[in-house]
């Protein structure tokens, strides 16, 4: 059974990179899928990240383009998700998911979430 | 950039029928999944190419897609299909989620 799990730091400051990592057990991510990340304010809605193909096509967000960066590391069976320059507005439940790509997107396996916080 | 719409709320009496609609410009054209998350937990995977149902989702959930709305349908709906529920789809290259709808079952 494919499982997500994800790890990092429960606080960021203002200005800093928050940096998180999915480790991925039940399926290799070097066999196929992209792996991402999605994200929900407290009380609020999801929001899209990115995502990256197992051979290195990647997406993301165009609202977060410029501070995101999302690597495989195919060797730990495990990706992670930088995003600099933090600001309160990017406290959220930060969650990492498996996503079929192509004609059509759907994310079917999702990790349980980890909750960031920035101070304002 | 590309928006889906979807009813802040919708309320259904146990055993009726519920109705959430997810209205974008050409939905119909694109391919619309759904997701269910209930509190304190990660969205889940119900409806995936408009119209099928992920494995191990309960044969009252389906879906539609056509014109500019999509709708994920709940028949004979149940309390614990309570929560709130997420339309997706893919253009132009970036992921959009719906802002959601909390559905109640009264």
């Known amino acids: 059974q494919v499982q997500l799990q994800e790890s990092g730091p429960g606080l960021v400051k203002p200005s800093e990179t928050l940096s998180l990592t999915c480790n991925v057990s039940g399926y290799s991510i070097s066999t196929g899928y992209y792996w991402g990340w999605i994200r929900q304010p407290p009380g609020k809605g999801l929001e899209w990240i990115g995502s990256k193909f197992h051979s290195g096509s990647t997406y993301y967000n165009p609202s977060l383009k410029s501070r995101v960066t999302i690597s495989l590391h195919t060797s730990k069976n495990q990706f992670s998700l930088n995003l600099t320059s933090v600001t309160a507005a990017d406290t959220a439940v930060y969650y990492c998911?498996?996503?079929?790509?192509?004609?059509?997107?759907?994310?079917?396996?999702w990790g349980q979430g980890t909750l960031v916080t920035v101070p304002s | 950039s590309y928006e889906l719409t979807q009813p802040h709320s919708v309320s259904v009496s146990p055993g009726q029928t519920a109705s959430i609609t997810c209205s974008g410009d050409?939905?119909?054209?694109?391919?619309v999944s759904w997701y269910q998350q209930t509190p304190g937990q990660s969205p889940v995977l119900v409806i995936y190419?408009?119209?099928k149902r992920r494995s191990g989702i309960f044969e009252r959930f389906s879906g539609s897609n056509s014109g500019n709305t999509a709708t994920l349908t709940i028949s004979g709906t149940q309390a614990m299909d309570e929560g709130d529920y997420y339309c997706?789809?893919?253009?132009?290259?970036?992921?959009?989620f719906g802002g959601g709808t909390k559905l109640t079952v009264l």
């Open positions: 190419q408009d119209i």
């Open positions: 997706q789809a893919w253009d132009s290259s970036t992921v959009v």
């Open positions: 998911a498996r996503g079929e790509g192509g004609s059509y997107w759907a994310f079917d396996y």
């Open positions: 050409k939905l119909g054209d694109k391919y």
